[in-house]
């Protein structure tokens, strides 16, 4: 029999998501930068950006676990994607986000649509310490800021006493295929290998399972692709196989009158766990 190597999950969350350099930059570790990304989105974030739109399946998936008549922490709520349409099906929902921007949006919703029965609550997941009897606790997309993850994977357990569901797209560029064509390293992340790690370890016996769907993108010109090539790759790398990218680049993508219209395969995790 093959022994396993243990593997301190929590130095590698913390390698794999930069919180162990000594210069950390980015919205990421910087609270007034984070907040001023999401001021200048939130008015189009559910117009760009929508998973309960865009992912076939993902919502019935979500209204099927957490079953009806229920109450939901929705943690990193944002501007509501997800909690209007369960308003519906759940019995309260409690709306956490870092964001004022996002719960403003969230907030003019629930007016529009005469909903009662979403309380909202400004605050980091790490931060939040009120008491409420949440029957699961959804987190889409909301938990990439997180330093130390598996206290805030425990919390998530704790807080949903039936269960929670955590949804994460796997973050890859647009253009990954083309990379991977031509077997290039790119900048990708891989926290969502190590939450359910994480999940396990802690003896969580947490479901995993992946969902598909499309996203498309127009660049207004070849130069406009290649420079997020270039950032995506790196420069040295994006030099070696300029030639063959622009080639694999100009026939997948479809020419138009706006430009190339790159059609990129995303993937969505969802892990959730029912007690």
């Known amino acids: 029999m093959y022994l396993l190597k243990k593997i301190n999950l929590d130095d590698a969350w913390q390698k794999e998501q930069g919180w162990n350099e000594e210069r950390k930059s980015g919205r990421k570790f910087d609270d007034r930068k984070e907040l001023e990304f999401w001021e200048k989105l939130a008015p189009h974030y559910s117009e760009q950006f929508n998973l309960y739109r865009d992912v076939p399946g993902l919502k019935e998936k979500i209204f099927s676990l957490v079953g009806e008549n229920s109450s939901v922490l929705d943690l990193g709520c944002g501007s509501g994607n997800f909690t209007i349409p369960l308003t519906s099906h759940c019995r309260e929902i409690l709306a956490l986000d870092f964001s004022p921007a996002m719960l403003d949006q969230l907030t003019l919703k629930l ?56 949804v994460r797209t796997l973050l890859k560029p647009l253009m990954y295929s083309i990379y991977e064509d031509l077997g290039l390293n790119y900048k990708r992340n891989n926290d969502y290998m190590l939450m359910p790690l994480m999940l396990w370890d802690m003896g969580i016996h947490a479901n995993v399972e992946f969902m598909e769907y499309n996203r498309d993108k127009t660049y207004d010109t070849w130069k406009t692709a290649e420079a997020e090539m270039i950032r995506d790759l790196g420069e040295l790398s994006y030099m070696n196989f300029n030639n063959q990218l622009e080639e694999k680049f100009l026939h997948t993508a479809e020419k138009g009158e706006n430009g190339y219209l790159y059609h990129s395969r995303r993937v969505v995790q969802v892990v959730w766990y029912k007690s």
């Open 111 to 166: 007016r529009e649509k005469d909903i009662s029965n979403v309380r909202t609550v400004c605050s980091k997941w790490e931060d939040f310490s009120e008491p409420w009897d949440a029957d699961y606790v959804l987190a889409v997309n909301s938990l990439y800021r997180v330093c130390y993850m598996r206290e805030a994977l425990k919390k998530i357990a704790l807080y949903g006493r039936k269960g929670f569901v955590i």
